[in-house]
């Protein structure tokens, strides 16, 4: 139809189109595109675009699978010169043309503001095989969604709100689904997380099975159950919890999350004596295997001690887990106070660029840690790694199996390493801590405990060896991780 653009458009998962068509032995043409958008006048809007190095002018009206379009070639000085009349956002994309069976397909991947969002178009020069048109199975990898008839996908529109807009319908819907989905008093098995499922109401889905989690945890310790294994439990979902609001936290109520980062934190600092004390005790077989067998003896008392501040530590936490806050906690995470805008973007959007944020973070902290770093530097990059594997576990739906494992190894390898030199700084303190305790104040109790702290020190300083060699291969690693939300 002359005068007329008859296109369909389809939806597609975080990709590279190179990437994609390559495996596929496809060849193809790159453009960069450039284009903005003049003042919409009665239903008309004006399109301006740079193709490389060529320059358009296009006239659209209407909506849907058939538009009028008029298209003129332009010079560069028209196209810089209105470009100061531009509405909305300008934007930044690359299209890979390529022919499959006869006909021409465009794969759009977009730049700046709207990065992750990728689009494979289609045009038609008839109504009729438009209409018959099926989209060939090899694009299933990637197919989301068919939004031909979707406004809010258009170009126009998203240069407008220069934001990419999820499946659902709105902030009514994305409302109505969270009532639904998430009930704190009837809860079942977990819901599937879909790549462009609002922000909302993934977070929500996340945050529900989290809240399920440290109940069912917390009803095990409130019933007595000396299970250290079940305490290390409790904490690492507590700590699950309050990185992932951080994590999200641009989507929240500000209040609401800062009164949960509180509450979460305080539970978290009643366990944490406890753990220490768990963990020393746990190692004190392995260390009394290392000592020579003259400092054996020595290690009696300093067991005897740690044991009763176990038990002690043990009524604490049962005390915690019948408290009015982890019940206020569990049904306030399974009803998140949400922001409209933040909430609504799709999550696999989201997830990109908190990610994207979080590696770029995490090589440059691993980077300025040398041999002079304080033992703090290592702890808390010990945590950014925490959190990055947190947060991919909670969003391992929208990862591909492999990559999921391959990445989720990576990062738990480094965080074991800094995980036992935290532990062994951690124990040389508390040792150094109950040094004056009556019961150890013997000539041959402090030759043990001296002896003690030089192996927990030389066990520091290997891993400390370990983390260097480790951190090498993450760097590495370091463009992987970035498209791990990426389909192909």
Partial sequence: MRGYEIERKYLLRPCSPRRFLRKLGLTYRKYFIQQYYLPEQNGIYIRYRRKDDTYFKTVKSGEGMVRKESEYQVERGEFEGQMHRHTGAIIEKERFVFVYRGLTYEMDRFRGELTGLCYLEIEFDEVERAERFVLPEIFSPLLLAEVTNDKRFNNASLSKTAAIPSLDTGLDLLVKKVSSTITPNKRGGKSAIVPFESSGIAIGIILQDLADTLERRAGALAGKSDDSEMLHQFRVTLRKIRSLLALFKNCFSPQWYQLHQRNLSYLIMQT??????DVLLENIPH??????????KGLVPLHKLLLKKQMSLTLR????????????????????????????????????????????????????????????????????????????????????????????KK?????IILGHFHDYQIQRSLLLSLADDPKLRTKKRRKTMKKLLQLIEAL???????????????????????????AA
């Fill in 272 to 277: 944490n004596q406890k753990r220490d004390i």
């Fill in 287 to 296: 260390y009394r295997s290392l000592l020579p067998q003259k400092f054996h």
């Fill in 317 to 408: 936490i049962y005390a915690l887990a019948q408290s009015e806050l982890l019940p206020y906690e569990v049904a306030s995470l399974a009803r998140p106070k949400l922001l409209s805008k933040e909430a609504l973007q799709p999550i696999v959007i989201t997830a990109i660029h908190i990610l994207d944020e979080r590696i770029e973070k995490i090589i440059k902290k691993g980077e300025r840690v040398n041999a002079k770093s304080r033992e703090e530097t290592y702890h808390r990059l010990r945590i950014q790694f925490k959190k990055i594997r947190y947060f991919i576990e909670a969003l391992k739906p929208l990862v591909e199996a492999e990559k999921y494992k391959k990445a989720q």
């Fill in 411 to 415: 990062i738990k390898d480094m965080q």
């Fill in 460 to 486: 520091e300083e290997k891993q400390e060896r370990r983390f260097r060699k480790k951190f090498k291969k993450i760097k590495a690693y370091k463009k992987t991780f970035k498209r791990l939300f990426e």
